[in-house]
T-cell receptor, first 111, second 111 residues
């Protein structure tokens, strides 16, 4: 069983719409979350990270974290076709520097 | 510019043959990682290293060996390749406290 669960598996939103992606860890030792974005045929690139309870905003992207439930969410407002990609959530657990990745959410933004 | 370089980019191997995937980083990171990516599974950790001379088993190490002869280089070795090892392999480096930097990936086909 994967330690990091992501939902939904896939998401289709219209251009200009809001995309909301979820991620939960089952490892109580997790202290840090990252969101990566991977365009088709490319390598994952770090999008945002969060380790404190609350919210962090960078441009059109907002990340929330609830440490008590080990749940993080990524919200993309004014979605663009260029945002179409696989979004991977990663959590750092008990082994120093080792990240566990979820299976990802495939986002498709329709023009 | 700091980077992670993988070679080869594409590889076709025969069943039972030996395959070596190479990774070089100029980030001066202590930690290096090998992942494979398959649809529906996200990134799964095969082997990782905390520094030159060290290798650790990840979540799916069976059928793979790793070698870290120097700070910069980390290799993944398939002694007896099988078709089930057909996948996309990513190398990454990290300093243990921040995000990873990924290489561009190696697409391996075992026939």
């Amino acid at each position: 069983q994967q330690k990091v669960q992501q939902s939904p598996e896939s998401l289709i939103v219209p251009e200009g719409g809001m995309a909301s992606l979820n991620c939960t860890s089952s490892d109580r030792n997790v202290d840090y979350f990252w969101w990566y974005r991977q365009h088709s045929g490319k390598s994952p690139k770090m999008l945002m990270s969060i380790f404190s309870n609350g919210e962090k905003e960078e441009g059109r992207f907002t990340v929330h974290l609830n440490k008590a439930s080990l749940h993080t969410s990524l919200h993309i407002r004014d979605s663009q076709p260029s945002d179409s990609a696989l979004y991977l959530c990663a959590a750092r657990g008990s082994a120093l520097g080792r990240l566990h990745f979820g299976a990802g959410t495939q986002l498709i933004v329709i023009p | 510019e700091a980077a992670v370089t993988q070679s080869p980019r594409n590889k076709v191997a025969v069943t039972g043959g030996k395959v070596t995937l190479s990774c070089n980083q100029t980030n001066n990171h202590n930690n290096m990682y090998w992942y494979r990516q398959d649809t529906g599974h996200g990134l799964r950790l095969i082997h990782y290293s905390y520094g030159a001379g060290s290798t650790e088993k990840g979540d799916i190490p069976d059928g793979y060996k790793a070698s870290r002869p120097s700070q910069e280089n980390f290799s993944l070795i398939l002694e007896l390749a099988t078709p089930s090892q057909t996948s996309v392999y990513f190398c990454a480096s990290g300093d243990g406290t921040a995000s990873y930097t990924f290489g561009s990936g190696t697409r391996l086909l075992v026939i």
